[in-house]
């Protein structure tokens, strides 16, 4: 049997390193992901906790304190800057995990995350869900709610849109996010890789491809960009 021609051998090779790439890739973002979920409980049990009793305690020396206006203030100044750390922590916890996802589940999640950006950024987000949770592993949901903040993130940062829409379609074989804005396009820098942002789809795409999915851009029917993300349910990781 005659060996493979040289271009041919080449080919397979380049297919062998794009597997191993691509494997090494999804096993890199599954330990990032456990990473991210433990020092997002870390902040919780130990450092939330802490602060909770700290709130407590001092809740009841305020009660003590005698009525001194300077005591008083000071007293009230502290608090306020508690309850800043307070707030400062359960951000971290957010930006690090999502426990809505693990509690919760997928649709909660997502639902969630649309209503807080429209609600924060002052724009018209839609969101359109099935009507019981998602029948999917884990993985996808996960990837599903890193993408989603993602594109919502490049909507904020480059599209100059006003309205945004979440569809989510859970069929037997796949699932599907469609994320549509009404923004200035496929111009914005982002998708027109003049900014580092795009390295947050490029990672949305590979997770996809991990999955055996697929992540495309398409330029809206008259303005914005729709970006629609497909993942097979039987597909394991390569």
């Known amino acids: 049997m005659s060996a493979p021609a040289p271009q041919e051998h080449n080919h397979q090779q380049d297919a062998l390193r794009s597997a191993d790439l691509s494997e090494l890739l999804g096993h890199v973002h599954t330990c990032w992901d456990n990473e991210r979920r433990s020092l997002s409980r870390q902040l919780h049990d130990s450092l939330g906790s802490s602060l909770t009793a700290l709130t407590m305690h001092l809740g009841l020396l305020m009660q003590k304190l005698p009525q001194d206006a300077a005591l008083q203030d000071r007293a009230n100044h502290m608090k306020k800057l508690l309850g800043q750390i307070v707030e400062t922590n359960r951000q971290m916890q957010l930006k690090l995990w999502n426990d809505k996802l693990e509690f919760l589940g997928v649709r909660v999640a997502l639902d969630e995350l649309v209503t807080q950006f429209g609600e924060q950024r002052g724009i018209t987000a839609r969101c359109s869900l099935p009507e019981e949770e998602l029948d999917c592993p ?101």
């Not at 923004?183 to 991990?210: C, D, I, N, T």
């Open 138 to 238: 884990r993985s996808h949901g996960i990837v599903l709610l890193h993408t989603l903040e993602e594109a919502l993130r490049n909507i904020d940062m480059h599209a100059q849109a006003s309205e945004v829409d979440v569809i989510v379609d859970d069929n037997e074989d796949e699932v599907m996010l469609t994320v549509k804005d009404n923004g200035v396009g496929l111009a914005g820098p982002v998708l027109a890789g003049q900014s580092a942002g795009k390295f947050g789809l490029r990672m949305a795409r590979e997770r996809a491809a991990y999955l055996g999915g697929t992540l495309t851009l398409a330029a809206g029917a008259e303005r914005g960009v729709t970006l629609t993300m497909v993942l097979p349910k039987s597909a394991s990781p390569l």
